[in-house]
């Protein structure tokens, strides 16, 4: 067996405490990275949230209440994930037509609809004149995307943290030891 010197082996040790410095240093970047890709999405999404809830508020004026007809209709099993059974629902292309002009919207729905049914349909005017179905149909549709908007800044947020508290622990107590 050969020995080492002492310097030989306070070089090692500090070869090795680098090593895990940059270990660390590296982890650290990885989940900044991370936190902010989460950030970005939640802000994202709760601006594209906004300019949808912007476009979709109309004067209560230009709402208009039309009856319209389903003229196809196609059965959709979705599986969600966390549910045991798939989920049926019916999409179906419903015309309708509002001062003259013939107007055709795909909406889903969770109970079972015939072709030839009719249906009460909200629409209102866009800018450009034309009569639309809102996207956002419902209001726990838009509650449901800003809980989960709120939810990915909140991870991308305490990813940050705990890194930033890690990452700096772990400096201190090198330093310490120093």
């Known amino acids: 067996m050969e ?3 002492p310097d030989e082996i ?4 500090a070869a090795e405490k680098q090593r895990k410095q940059r270990q660390a240093v590296r982890i650290a970047i990885v989940a900044y990275v991370v ?6 999405v939640g802000v994202w999404g709760m601006a594209r949230n906004r300019a949808l809830e912007a476009s979709n508020a109309v004067e209560a004026a230009s709402l208009r209440t039309v009856v319209a007809d389903v003229t196809r209709v196609e059965q959709k099993t979705e599986r969600q994930q966390g549910l045991e059974a798939p989920r049926t629902v019916w999409e179906a292309d419903l015309a309708y037509a509002v001062d003259g002009n013939s107007y055709v919207a795909t909406i889903t729905y969770d109970t079972e609809v015939k072709v030839g049914a009719r ?3 909200v629409v209102y005017r866009d800018a450009d004149g034309e009569y639309r ?13 800003n809980l989960f908007m709120v939810l990915s800044l909140i991870l991308g947020a305490a990813i940050a943290l705990g890194t930033t508290f890690a990452f700096f622990g772990e400096l201190r107590s090198a330093l310490q030891k120093k």
């Open 133 to 145: 179905v809102p996207t956002i149909t419902s209001e726990s549709e838009s509650r449901f995307s």
């Open 119 to 121: 249906d009460a349909l």
């Open 10 to 13: 306070r070089r090692s040790r």
């Open 35 to 40: 936190s902010a890709v989460f950030i970005a």
């Open 3 to 5: 020995m080492r010197s």
